[in-house]
């Protein structure tokens, strides 16, 4: 990591305590690591720990599995990770090993890699409940099973294995899904970053500028301030291919008259920001583009103030479809009665996604929408959502107004649930029409 860690090792331990407290003192949690993953021949990606794993530890290195063991007589923690070796180390890296893990991560007890399948069965062995995730590795859902069977079928010993097993996600991600103060100061960081970058974007623009040279621009800003990766593939379309919803080529030149959507966000010490804006490519809307452009903004900052403590999520996609199905109404996309256009799912061609999502160590993070009992989930005060309403209007779309084929625009902001109201992580991100038209005239050359 670039900067220190703002995350400190009293909120890990808070983490753990809370999900050992959520999971009682007869069960036991392995999180396994994500595995890495091959590019190409002998390239790796570059390598990203599992969120629960990084959110229990702060560990990064590949491979760690992570065990929250409540009450045993060592300690919560048991970890296991890669053991140290100078020759894997001067080729692949650095490596903290079972004394780093201990000394740095908070582990009560660390092993090397080599020892898990000696040692996993025995912190499983007599616990009632295992919380563990299958289906994101297999060869790790195995080992599982394979513990699962023998702490079954011993002989001589009374059975040790778990009567049940539950989803290890589910106790976890409810302590995710509402941010701390700490997790708060990041997501505020990772925000001013990416609101930094979408300003320069704008203000590098202008007909003629490929679409990768401003995704390029944006991700070194990340980069330069200290983030460790875009958090999810930056999105720069111009044109119509702002219409395609995962545009990720970022191939094109940009034209005269294109409105040109970019959707990037960076990953700041373990946290996403997620930003879209919409701008004119020459830096004035035509007058149907601005239209289109207003009506969206208006939808998004409508959505904003419903992002009130006790309201749904469910209503804020609900009302912001309403709002979008009379806004294609209004600017000629759609025609006929609202109550029935919005029944039929008719503003669907135009908004095709829904009105925002959790947002914190993973973009589209992990919490559940809806509570245990199937009822729709109230937002509650340190939740983190994105209100991103859109129109997309394809090239191709006949039936569309001439003057709005090829135009997409999505405004998308970051925003915390408080007792007192929203409050917009990303409000510092320009995105009044006077506001961005100005800076993209006050062009900067890209070096
Ligand atoms: N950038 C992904 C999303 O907006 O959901
Ligand atoms: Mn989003
Ligand atoms: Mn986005």
Known sequence: MSHAPIIDQDEFARRRAALAEAIGHDSVAIFAPTPERRRSHDTFYAYRASSDVLYLTGFAEPEAVVVIAPGHPDGDLHMFVRERD???????????????????????????????DEVLPKLVDGRRDLHYTFGQDDAFDKRILALNTTLRHRRNLPPGAPASISDARDALHELRLIKSDAELVVMRHAAEITSEAHVLAMRACSPGTHEYELQALIEYHFRRRGADFPAYSSIVGAGDNATILHYIENTDAIQDGDVVLIDAG??????????TRSFPANGSFTSPQRDLYQAVLEVQLAAIEDVTVGRPFQELHLRTERRLAEACVQLGLLSGDLDELVESKAHKKYYPHGVGHWLGMDV??????????GERRALAPGMVLTIE????????????????????????????????????????CPKSIARIEELVASSISLP
């Open 86 to 116: 100078p020759l894997k180390e001067q080729w692949d890296g650095r490596r903290v090993g079972a004394e780093g893990a201990r000394a740095l991560h908070g582990a009560d007890v660390a092993y090397t890699l080599d020892e898990l």
């Open 266 to 275: 960076c990953e700041y010490q373990g946290y996403a920001a997620d930003i």
């Open 364 to 373: 589209h993070d992990v919490g559940p929408y809806y509570a245990p009992n």
């Open 389 to 428: 309403p859109g129109l997309y209007v394809p090239a191709h779309d006949d039936s569309a107004p001439q003057a709005l084929r090829g135009v997409g625009v999505r405004i998308e902001d970051d925003i915390l649930v408080t007792a007192d109201g929203p409050e917009n992580l990303t409000a510092s």
